[in-house]
């Protein structure tokens, strides 16, 4: 049974959002091709999704010392952290496809999208340390970029767009191929020509549905 994993990280609903009405008919288009497929959705803006602070650091260093025989005892309150860590860190890996929806925010993901990638692509996990450098250790997981902007950009270059290029070099770098593991629907223009704005929401939302089918 395939799973695919909706990340929502948008504040708004798919009634204010076009990046969310878009990502709506991509998973309603991937769960009517795939009727066994499950789906878990999570919204960044509701969820608990911890920062990398120095609590976070104190924890796991905590948990090194133990590993390696230290006579220490892990609190609640860091069995919890590393409770919602470990859930997190599962969630992803185990999807077969994960799509992340977010709009463009001066031309980066928003702060909790990046924050949430911090915390699931751990070293030892997600990739590990060599000798000759890193490698990754995912595979066969298909990632899905869908982003919208008021105005229209040239993403090939990363001056216009540092968020999608970004997650294309976090895909790659933890063992996914840009080629054929990584897709992107981008809306862009409906607030710089409006009169468009329901065109170019049809468009992405026609081109998501037809990607979703043969995922």
């Known amino acids: 049974m395939k799973t695919l ?28 091709a795939n009727p066994t497929g499950h789906i878990e959705t999570l919204k960044l803006s509701e969820a608990n999704i911890p920062t990398l602070d120095k609590d976070v650091f104190g924890t796991w260093l905590k948990q090194k ?19 919602q860590f470990n859930t997190l860190i599962d969630q992803f890996v185990n999807a077969d496809v994960v799509v992340f929806a977010n709009p463009m925010w001066n031309h980066f993901l928003p702060a909790i999208l990046k924050q949430y990638l911090d915390d ?21 997981k298909q990632i899905i970029h869908i982003q919208s902007a008021g105005g229209v950009y ?18 790659e770098f933890i063992g996914l191929s840009i080629d054929d593991e990584y897709h ?32």
């Not at 010392?65 to 892990?74: F, T, V, W």
């Not at 929401?201 to 081109?207: F, G, P, Q, S």
């Open 5 to 32: 994993l909706y990340v929502d990280a948008h504040p708004l609903t798919a009634a204010e959002s076009k990046t969310l009405q878009v990502a709506d008919a991509f998973v309603a288009a991937w769960q009517t």
């Open 154 to 171: 040239d993403h090939t270059s990363m001056r216009a767009d540092f968020g999608d290029a970004y997650l294309q070099a976090m895909v």
């Open 65 to 83: 010392k133990i590993g390696l025989g230290a006579p220490l005892a892990m609190s609640a309150d860091e069995n919890a952290l590393l409770s």
């Open 120 to 140: 699931v692509l751990q070293a030892g996990v997600a990739f590990k340390y060599t000798a000759h450098g890193p490698v990754g250790l995912l595979s066969d």
């Open 184 to 215: 992107t629907i981008f809306i862009e223009g409906a607030d710089s020509n409006p009169a468009q704005r329901d065109a170019i929401i049809t468009a992405a939302k026609t081109e998501a549905q037809n990607l979703a089918v043969t995922l």
